[in-house]
């Protein structure tokens, strides 16, 4: 079965920092990955995906994340936090040929002033 | 607009007193979830639906049911809610052509059963 692993659960960094979210699955295969964003009262928003092109991705707000095979990782990255990033982030797995989402526990991302 | 509408968005009830939580989507999705987030669990699958009059069973599916009548809408019902069923309800949809397309979830849902 699909796991995710997302290391620490509330992430603490200042404004204009580096981000880093970590993202480590369990797959025999490749799977599709995904990364969403939760802002307070809302749902989940699509932040990027992978699905076998490119392994580095690009998402929305300057967030990028690159796919390791060797590591099965999938961390999430921003150069320069803003005060808007502050969120929860999931990190989710499908496998190929199935639609099934198998979330992490995710990762409460704090800024700084 | 593309989007997974959910009512209520919020709902205070008491043990035992069946309810409905409506999900409909406007994209034409063949697939269709109902997720449960409760805190340091993150996300789980209650049911999903790969297309109308198909349902099957998520990871935590013991007190729900579900129906899937229409392909717009897949209700999710709590025929005798608990307090366990306390929690943050999310339907979401996608494509279902299992070729990595990402899931459309609604505002989510906010229940509590006292």
């Known amino acids: 079965a699909q796991s995710v692993t997302q290391l620490g659960s509330h992430v603490s960094v200042s404004e204009g920092a580096l981000v880093l979210l970590r993202c480590n699955y369990s797959s025999s295969v490749p799977p599709y990955l995904f990364w969403y964003v939760q802002y307070p009262n809302q749902g989940l928003q699509l932040l990027l995906k992978y699905t076998s092109a490119a392994t580095l991705v690009k998402g929305i707000n300057g967030f990028e994340a690159e796919f390791k095979k060797s590591e099965t990782s999938f961390h999430l990255t921003k150069p320069s936090a803003h005060m808007s990033d502050a969120a929860e982030y999931f990190c989710a797995v499908s496998e190929r040929g199935n639609e099934k989402l198998t979330f992490g526990t995710g990762t409460r991302l704090t800024i700084i002033p | 607009e593309a989007q997974v509408t959910q009512n209520p968005r919020y709902l205070i009830t008491v043990t035992g007193k069946k309810l409905t939580v409506t999900c409909s989507q406007n994209?034409?999705?063949?697939?269709m979830s109902w997720y449960r987030q409760d805190p340091g669990l993150g996300l789980r699958q209650i049911y999903y639906?790969?297309?109308?009059?198909?349902?099957d069973k998520g990871d935590v599916p013991e007190g729900y049911k579900v129906s899937r009548k229409e392909k717009r809408n897949f209700p999710l019902i709590l025929e005798s809610p608990s307090p366990n069923q306390t929690s943050l309800y999310f339907c979401a949809s996608s494509r279902g052509d299992r070729a990595g397309q990402p899931q459309h979830f609604g505002d989510g849902t906010r229940l509590s059963i006292l």
């Open positions: 994209m034409n999705h063949e697939y």
């Open positions: 639906s790969m297309n109308v009059e198909v349902t």
